[in-house]
């Protein structure tokens, strides 16, 4: 049994608009396959397929306002109301009194205590490292919760050997952050290779921040790229993906992207998607961005 968590930064379940909603404008044939040929929008939030289940999921987390990363992925990756704790929704890091619960309490912590195998497969330039050493707090929940667990962030060294994955798929920008070695890939083999990586893996996760910077821009063009970006890792990461014995998850922490005609984030609620063993068990268990973390370590 291996868990492989995708998790999408500002993707909401929209309106039935092309105009406003850009997953209604892209090609995303994956997506659609998976989830039989159908695609969410609010009068149609609950899809299941032969191939996945996907369920609508409350961001607002009963707290006034409109969600945030920081309080969001807090919620998301440890199983606690950030957005409650601190009394508001916060972002794009999280604030610094949440910290002890995401030291404590995040997933890869969590796997690592039951004696699991745990990859945070996004990779990062050198200069993101020299970011970190100078002593900044402003890092978002993931690579937060790595620093503080002992997980170690993959460099350009594993992203070279095909053991990490760039966060635009491609790595076409890796030049331009000072590592001119690492050649371009297909956003199809950088699918190849996350599923190479979990295999090797109890708990695998993979963030995609670009569908929330494209949902603040409120480009369409740059919307469906960054979904059609996605979908192409997707299929190829589906391409190898063993079922019988694998659970990909495919969640977000708030909306943006789904509804171009505001800048900010939304209050709609965000898709999860569930395909793979125990997927139906997994969906059961989750309202709320809370019950993500206890679901998933429920199955093991």
Request: glycine share 8%; proline share 6%.
């Amino acid at each position: 049994m291996r868990v492989i968590l995708l998790f999408l930064d500002g993707v909401g379940i929209g309106r039935r608009d092309p105009h406003t909603n850009p997953f209604l404008a892209a090609n995303i044939p994956a997506l659609k396959g998976l989830l039989g040929d159908s695609l969410p929008f609010l009068s149609n939030r609950r899809i299941h397929s032969s191939e996945a289940i996907l369920v609508p999921v409350n961001a607002t987390l009963g707290v006034p306002g409109l969600p945030q990363s920081g309080t969001g992925q807090t919620a998301i990756f440890t199983g606690v109301n950030g957005a409650k704790v601190f009394g508001r929704h916060f972002g794009p890091h999280p604030p610094t009194v949440l910290r002890p619960i995401i030291e404590s309490k995040n997933i890869f912590r969590q796997f690592k205590n039951r004696g699991k195998a745990v990859c945070f497969a996004n990779a990062f330039p050198q200069r993101f490292f020299d970011y970190t050493s100078s002593g900044t707090r402003r890092l978002t929940v993931t690579t937060l919760a790595c620093m503080l667990t002992g997980v170690p962030l993959l460099t350009a060294k594993e992203l070279g050997r095909n053991e990490g994955i760039s966060a635009d798929f491609t790595r076409t920008k890796w030049p331009e952050l000072g590592h001119p070695e690492i050649q371009p890939v297909t956003s199809e083999e950088a699918g190849h290779h996350l599923w190479h990586i979990a295999e090797n893996h109890d708990f695998t996760l993979f963030e995609y921040w670009l569908t929330d910077h494209a949902g603040h821009g409120q480009k369409m063009k740059s919307a469906t790229d960054a979904l059609e970006n996605f979908d192409q890792f997707l299929a190829g990461f589906l391409e190898k993906f063993q079922a019988r014995d694998s659970l990909v998850i495919i969640v977000s922490d708030h909306g943006n992207l789904e509804d171009l005609s505001v800048k900010t984030h939304t209050r709609n609620p965000v898709p999860c998607i569930a395909a793979g063993q125990h997927a139906h068990e997994f969906v059961s268990l989750v309202r709320n961005l809370t019950h993500i973390t206890p679901a998933i370590l429920k199955l093991f």
